[in-house]
């Protein structure tokens, strides 16, 4: 429970952040309910936050449990934090600061109080005693909800190196990148390395640096623990040959394609490649942390229900793509991996490597009938 004495915006934000994880999850493993919602909250054209749910589809709210208790609470957190800052300023400390902006970024239902809350957080960027991207994306939440285009351009992805923004801006690129530069970010161009997912100006998980702020110390929120709802995967044809598609967030429309292209009896497992903020309400794209949770666990589960890993070498220079191959592995997968060797994980017994996708389809069907999958 959120008293009314001062709050501590941090614990708030762990609870948040863990509801939240919770709520995607039973969203993202109930596909009738995740397209529901979304038709509800106009994706794609003008995608409304989640937390809009109870005002624009009140008959979706009880679908889940753990649905239900995300709005609830974030309703009452972002209505405490509007409080706490209008009480007492926008906090000094790092931490608190990351959590009142992951707080305040969730609060639409109360998005005219949070409005009011931005000239205190512009007098705190122009001080230096704020995070600039915490006014961007918190300028921009404000005006979408309102109907209105971007004045920063931050609820954007980059996908295939090509630019995909949420909602369309408010003026001119070049209006754009002059408000950008007034507060101290970068123009939209030079800005694009970080927009390969959600943005999370937020503790440990910053993903982007900032210009004119940095937070004295890197404070790592661990969520509360919060029971999440049991995984769903999506069924796969009987006697069918199921091939984990690994790659960075970089390379998912890649990725995708690839998955396409597939001939039976192979078939993807890689529910990750449909985590996508543009087009479904599950996957909030100002939701990354508890989205960085949701596809960790989608990972894990895929891989381990795989017969065949297949990955390109040109896009493991990313950990997390090792960190997969190394549980398919570990699990006694076979793994394939597309072009030049670039590791030790080429050298090892289970692990082959072909020069191209139609190799790579070849040696997957002839591994998985070797281990037994297939058509009888």
């Given at each position: ?158 996908r295939d190196d090509e ?162 191959i190394g549980i398919a ?48």
């Amino acid at each position: 429970m959120i008293t009314a004495t001062r709050v501590d915006l941090v614990a708030v934000a762990r609870r948040e952040q863990a509801l939240l994880t919770a709520a995607l999850a039973s969203v993202f493993s109930d596909r009738d309910l995740d397209t529901r919602i979304s038709r509800a909250l106009g994706y794609p054209a003008w995608p409304q936050p989640l937390t809009l749910l109870p005002d624009l589809a009140p008959e979706l709210t009880t679908a889940a449990p753990h649905l239900t208790a995300y709005l609830a609470f974030a309703i009452t957190a972002g209505h405490a934090t509007i409080t706490e800052i209008t009480n007492h300023g926008w906090p000094d400390s790092p931490a608190a600061a990351d959590a009142a902006w992951l707080l305040l970024q969730h609060a639409d239902a109360n998005n005219e109080q949070r409005r009011t809350l931005l000239p205190a957080l512009t007098a705190a960027v122009e001080r230096g005693h704020a995070d600039p991207r915490h006014l961007a994306l918190l300028t921009d939440r404000e005006c979408t909800v309102r109907g209105e285009g971007q004045q920063y351009g931050t609820l954007r992805l980059i996908r295939d190196d090509e630019p995909a923004l949420l909602f369309p801006l408010a003026g001119t690129s070049a209006d754009v990148d002059a408000a950008r530069r007034a507060i101290g970010l970068p123009d939209l161009a030079d800005d694009a390395q970080f927009a390969f997912s959600p943005l999370t100006p937020y503790g440990a998980a910053r993903t982007c640096p900032t210009n004119s702020w940095q937070p004295r110390v890197l404070h790592g929120l661990q969520p509360d623990r919060i029971a999440v709802p049991a995984d769903r995967p999506d069924p796969l044809p009987d006697n069918a040959i199921s091939v984990y598609l690994g790659a960075t967030l970089r390379h998912r429309n890649q990725m995708r394609r690839v998955r396409d292209a597939l001939p039976a009896p192979l078939v993807s497992t890689s529910r990750w490649l449909d985590i996508d903020p543009l087009t479904r309400a599950s996957c909030q794209l100002d939701a990354g942390l508890a989205l960085n949770q949701l596809a960790a666990r989608l990972c894990l589960a895929d891989v381990a229900r795989c017969d065949v890993l297949i990955a390109f070498a040109e896009h493991r220079r990313s950990h997390g793509l090792g960190v997969e191959i190394g549980i398919a592995l570990a699990l006694d997968k076979q793994v394939i991996i597309i072009g030049a060797p670039r590791c030790s994980f080429d050298m090892l017994p289970d692990v082959t490597v072909v020069a191209d996708f139609d190799d790579a389809v070849r040696a997957a069907a002839r591994l998985g009938f070797a281990a037994g999958r297939g058509p009888v």
